[in-house]
């Protein structure tokens, strides 16, 4: 992790918390992702990096603070492209979780497989929509397409 370019803190505005199982993979992918990640605005050297993620009207709301709250940049990314993307994730997602429950191991492990393609196929398209706005590394991209389709299910559900 860079010594200044990287996230300190996130928070997903719009989304209470709660107890239910997406409600702890999103803890969990929050602490993986403040504990090591890579995030850059381009053209900006003033981190380390406050972030809130929101869904304004339909479209993804990036806002970067520094650390102590100075406003950096704000982006706004069409989820267009990434419809495709959420359905799957969540159809398989729900599968995965019926069959921990229900299946065999080697069922569990041919959904889980699917599960992870993607969810890497949803993280290159955000680096691919992040170019020339943010740099972020694979593993950074795959915890912000966690938390983001998150807040795509959560403000399709309303």
């Known amino acids: 992790m860079s010594a200044t370019e990287h996230i300190v803190s996130i928070e997903l505005l719009g989304l209470p918390g709660g107890d239910t199982t997406a409600d702890r993979e999103r803890r969990v992918a929050i602490s993986d992702l403040l504990d090591s990640n890579f995030f850059s605005p381009e053209g900006e050297n003033h981190g380390p990096y406050a972030v809130n993620l929101s869904i304004d009207d339909g479209k993804l709301a990036i ?8 406003p950096v940049h704000a982006f706004m990314f069409s989820l267009g492209p990434f419809r495709g993307i959420f ?20 069922q569990i492990e041919a959904i889980d497989m699917g599960r992870r393609g993607v969810h890497n196929e949803g993280a290159e398209l955000l680096r691919e929509r992040f170019v020339g706005k943010i740099d972020v590394d694979f593993e950074t991209a795959r915890r912000l397409f966690t938390l983001i389709g998150a807040l795509h299910h959560r403000a399709g559900s309303n």
């Open 63 to 70: 806002e970067v603070k520094t650390e102590g709250g100075d």
């Open 87 to 106: 359905k799957d994730y969540f159809m398989i997602c729900e599968s995965y979780h019926e069959a921990v429950r229900d299946s065999s191991l080697a």
